[in-house]
């Protein structure tokens, strides 16, 4: 079966310190994969995704980038966090753009 | 006009009651659809997922497609507590290279005992 790990599960960052979330799918070759953002009242926004290794297409301009060194490792960065980028952070995959996506569990950033 | 628009709620509703969630989208190149359901500080799990117009069944979800009017909508029977969460209807765009789901800002359900 097809798992997804996303890590860590919280974290809180100082105001112009670096980021780098992790998450890597397993069962599966060739995901689809995402990076979706969580804020209070405003549903999940997509804000990178990724066909294959070092395919990237960033949907919205913002404080973040995206890496895919692996198949199935997808890695969000920032070089100087702002406190805008608080929010809960998921990553998801799908098997191809037609059929459903998998999350995982998230990760809370609070940039103090 | 947002592309998906799912009022946030909250709803609150007694134990047994029939909960009517819906969503509207004015894309119609939406093709698939789908219902997300959240738990506080956790991913979305999905729910159901469902391509044609019409009903689509499983347990107590029922998950209702009107492609005619962009109407989706989530039925849950005989609610429990334990279906309290955010919902979320996702809709996917079937052609070209849009492989992104498009998600409602998702409906806070409270079901008390």
């Known amino acids: 079966s097809q798992t997804i790990h996303q890590w860590p599960a919280t974290l809180v960052q100082p105001v112009g310190s670096p980021l780098s979330l992790e998450c890597t799918v397993e069962g599966t070759s060739n995901p689809n994969l995402y990076w979706y953002r969580q804020a209070a009242g405003r549903g999940l926004q997509l804000l990178f995704y990724s066909v294959g290794i070092g395919q990237i297409s960033s949907e919205v301009p913002q404080n973040l980038s995206a890496s895919r060194p692996q198949d199935r490792q997808f890695i969000l960065s920032s070089k100087k966090l702002l406190l805008s980028d608080s929010g809960f952070y998921l990553c998801a995959w799908n098997r191809q753009r037609n059929t459903e996506a998998f999350f995982g569990q998230g990760t809370r950033l609070t940039v103090v | 006009q947002k592309e998906v628009e799912q009022d946030p709620g909250p709803l609150s509703v007694p134990e047994g009651a029939i909960v009517s969630l819906n969503c509207t989208y004015s894309n119609s190149a939406f093709q698939y659809f789908m219902w997300y359901r959240q738990y506080s500080r956790k991913g979305p799990e999905l729910l159901m997922y469902t391509y044609s117009s019409g009903n689509k069944e499983d347990g107590r979800f029922t998950a209702q497609v009107d492609k005619s009017s962009k109407y989706i909508s989530l039925f849950i029977r005989d609610s429990q507590p334990s279906d309290s969460a955010t919902y979320l209807c996702?809709?996917?765009?079937?052609?070209?290279?849009?492989?992104?789901?498009?998600f409602g800002k998702g409906t806070l359900l409270t079901v008390n005992p």
């Open positions: 996702a809709l996917l765009n079937s052609g070209g290279s849009n492989y992104k789901l498009t």
